[in-house]
């Protein structure tokens, strides 16, 4: 309690900013308090893009910055470990998962996180889309898997696999999610993956199939099409669910 009085006291003279989120940085440093900060930092990050949510990003990433890899892996990790707590939560869960989406954004977590990091924040994310009827939480995952197919083998097969199974979820609106995010990452592929897969044929099905409103005998079949184009075996459970046109 001490240090945080030190680091942030309002009503002092000593205190040239009154503003929080300018003292955000010294209070992650503090190992006992981050978790708490980051909690409350992720549900004003990852708001509805107001004035508020603006500038906790821009505090966010700004730390990051200037405390180095170290301190964008622990925050990377305490906002993983607030997912799982809250497992089912929507209200903490999606705008948690939106500030880390920022990370990957304007922090290049892709270029530092590690595998156990990736795979960690894909099982969260794929797991909260089991069973789930909340559209703002699809999307939301969908959009976390979407930036997770940017980082290397392992984790690259493993999230762009689930945008593929995605694609016969029970919800039009979020089949044609997952085919915008598809879309996006293959015209982004490299020369060298672009000569490991069928993109042109992946292309043509991503953009040419109704995956909202098309018949459901041809969203299964175009994403089978799909998996083919990638080498991939599709998952046979799935394979029985309904798709709702």
Known sequence: WTQLREIYRPGSEETDNPNLFDHLLAI????QYRNCAIQGLALSAGGLGDSVSQTAVSSLVRSVEEGGEGMLMAVAWDLHAI????TGTSRVVVPVMRTIDFLFSKA???????????????TE??????????????QVALSLIANLTYAKDPIFTASFYKLIAALINR???????????????????EEDEEERFDVDRATELVTEVSWDTGAAADIKTARLDLFKCFGMEP?????????QV
């Open 108 to 122: 290049s977590l892709v270029e530092h996180g590690d595998t156990k990091l990736f795979e960690a924040l894909l």
């Open 171 to 189: 919800y039009p609106k979020i089949r044609r999610c997952a085919a915008e995010h598809l879309y996006m990452r293959i015209i982004s592929f």
């Open 83 to 86: 997912l799982v707590k809250k």
């Open 125 to 138: 994310a794929w797991g909260s889309t089991r069973g789930c009827r909340d559209i703002v939480l699809l």
């Open 235 to 243: 998952p046979k459970k799935i394979e029985n669910s309904k798709v």
């Open 28 to 31: 992650l440093r503090l190992e």
